[in-house]
């Protein structure tokens, strides 16, 4: 009897220890599951300046300790043939950027992402920052966690490739950055995930804004990234009431017509767009401005003032015609004999 008593008690005594150690380990395993942050793998599509702060943000978070980027690979546009004969060579500045931190770089084809696969290494998101190519759903549903873009507008407004012309053409005072799921569709239709307003500076350039809103749509990005999934549940739709557009900067843009643009719109026209159309005027030949001087009067050197529309002026002390080099304004008058 005594014997049958104590194996009771025994039994009991190490059922209640491997109890206690079980819950503990169920606490412990469960905490660090927890504690685990969850790491993407990305894919980041890009080109050009506007694209290069937020893959220098996405390789700068991936260095921290508690990363949510576990690898970045880039895919970017050909090079592309430039210079006298085309024989020379042209390197977007993401590729470059890439190369410097040796990351891997998928190159696409040269027109379109059509019948483009993407690489075998099953991404998480895809990133695309001013890349210039259609994303086609067969693209978009490689990503198991998501596609988004960084786009320098509030969007809807300047859905298209030259929102920060825009923004600068229409003189606008406030701008802002969007962080949009990508559409399967069209560009720049995509839910917003995020928004930020920025005061535009004035007298902005296209190279100050662009930079000013590369360093700025960065941020937004890595924020927007590590907290996705509270940002996703909660994106709303664009409104399609309020949809403007941003269409490509054409060349006939530049050509000056004096009699219907105003000073004040000819300064507008050239800070926006003269970084890759150089403004143009006829005078028997094609003439290019120079340093424009709307607001600076003041000059111990001679300068031109043009009338414009509205009964304003516009004033420059140097011009550039056709098949020559640029010159001061005192002189192409003197080679020109104007009165």
Known sequence: MMMMILSQKFQNVTFNFN???????????????????????????GSDNFSVPSLKALINESKNPDTFVKSIEAVVPPDKKTGRGYK???????????????????E????????????????????????????TPSILESFTKGTINVHPSLLPKYRGASPIQYTILNNDKIT?????????????????????????????????????????????????????????????????????????????????KWSHISAQQLDQLDRAISHQQQLLSQHGKTLRPGTILIRHLEQS???????????????????????????????????????
């Open 19 to 45: 109890k206690r150690n079980i819950i503990k380990s169920f606490f412990t395993n469960t905490t660090k599951r927890l504690n685990q942050k969850q790491t993407y793998r990305i894919l980041f599509f």
């Open 88 to 106: 020379e060579l042209a390197t977007s500045p993401v590729k470059k950027f890439a190369k410097e931190y040796d990351l891997k770089i998928h």
């Open 108 to 135: 696409a084809p040269s027109k379109s992402l059509e019948g483009w696969e993407v690489p075998k290494s099953n991404f998480d998101f895809a990133i695309v920052v001013s890349f210039g190519y259609f994303l």
């Open 176 to 256: 802002g950055i969007t962080i949009q799921e990508l559409h399967h569709e069209t560009f720049d239709a995509g839910k917003v995930l995020r928004q930020i307003t920025i005061d535009v500076p004035p007298n902005s350039t296209y190279n100050t804004l662009e930079s000013l809103l590369a360093t700025k749509g960065a941020e937004l990005l890595i924020d927007t990234l590590k907290n996705f999934d509270y940002h996703k549940d909660n994106a709303k739709e664009q409104d399609a009431l309020k949809i403007s557009k941003a269409p490509k900067i054409r060349k006939e843009m530049s050509e000056i």
């Open 301 to 339: 050197s001679p300068v031109a003032y043009v009338v414009c529309a509205g009964n304003s002026f516009i004033t420059f002390n140097s011009v550039k015609v056709e098949g020559k080099r640029e010159v001061s304004i005192l002189d192409w008058i003197n080679g020109y004999q104007i009165k």
